[in-house]
C-alpha cells in the first residue's frame, strides 16, 4: 500500500463519515497526522459543537495536530510539512468560501477558481503524503428552493466529483458502514 495517496470519504450528515475517516487515518499514520478543521464559530451552538470534536479528538489517544483552515486551505495544503492529513470537511469550506464572495458579481467564477485552487493542492500534496478528505453528499435531496442553496449544491457537486476523479479510494459511509466506491467503478 503506498503512502502517497489521495482517500475521498462521503456521506450525509451524521452517516459516520468522520469517525470512519479518522479511524483510518490512525490506521495508516500510528504516529499522529494533521487536522484541518474548516468550521467556523458563527454562533454559540457551533462553538459547542467544534469543541466537542476538539475534545473527542483529545481523548483519543491519538496525536493530532490540529489546524483551524476555514477559507484558506488550498494555502495550508501547499506548505504542509506532515506526511499525513485529514481535512474535515470540503463542503463546510466550500460553503465557508461561497459565503465570503456571495454579494460580489463575479462569485460564481471565485468559487470555481477557489475549487480548481483546492483540487490542485490537493493533486500536488498527494504526490508528497496521504491525505483524506471528508465531505457531505448533498446530490441526494431536493433542489434548494433559494439561488444561495442551488449554487452551494451545484459546486459542492462539482467539487466532488473533481476531487473523486483524483482519488485513489472513494468511500461512501452510510450509517456507519463504509463502502469503498472507486474499485466498483464502471468504466465506460
Keep these: 500500500m503506498s503512502s502517497h495517496r489521495l482517500i475521498l470519504v462521503t456521506g450525509g450528515a451524521r452517516s459516520g463519515k468522520s469517525t470512519f475517516a479518522e479511524k483510518y487515518m490512525m490506521k495508516l499514520a500510528p504516529a499522529g497526522s494533521c487536522y484541518y478543521a474548516t468550521a467556523q464559530p458563527f454562533d454559540q451552538e457551533m462553538k459547542e459543537r467544534i469543541n466537542r470534536h476538539k ?17 484558506d486551505l488550498p494555502e495550508q495544503l501547499r506548505q504542509e510539512t506532515s506526511c499525513y492529513v485529514l481535512v474535515d470537511c470540503l463542503t463546510v469550506w466550500l460553503s465557508n468560501e461561497l459565503l465570503a464572495v456571495e454579494q460580489r458579481k463575479d462569485a460564481d467564477q471565485l468559487l470555481a477558481d477557489r475549487i ?10 498527494s504526490k508528497q503524503g496521504t491525505v483524506i478528505l471528508v465531505t457531505n453528499e448533498v446530490g441526494s435531496g431536493v433542489v434548494p428552493a433559494y439561488e444561495l442553496g442551488r449554487t452551494f449544491r451545484d459546486h459542492a457537486g462539482r467539487l466532488n466529483q473533481r476531487i473523486a476523479s483524483l482519488a485513489d479510494e472513494v468511500y461512501l459511509v452510510t450509517a456507519g458502514i463504509p463502502i469503498e466506491l472507486k474499485s466498483r467503478m464502471v468504466q465506460l
Design 116 to 125: 480548481t485552487q483546492l483540487e490542485e493542492a490537493v493533486g500536488q500534496f
Design 55 to 71: 475534545q473527542d479528538r483529545d481523548y483519543s489517544g491519538y496525536a493530532w495536530s490540529s489546524k483551524e483552515c476555514s477559507l
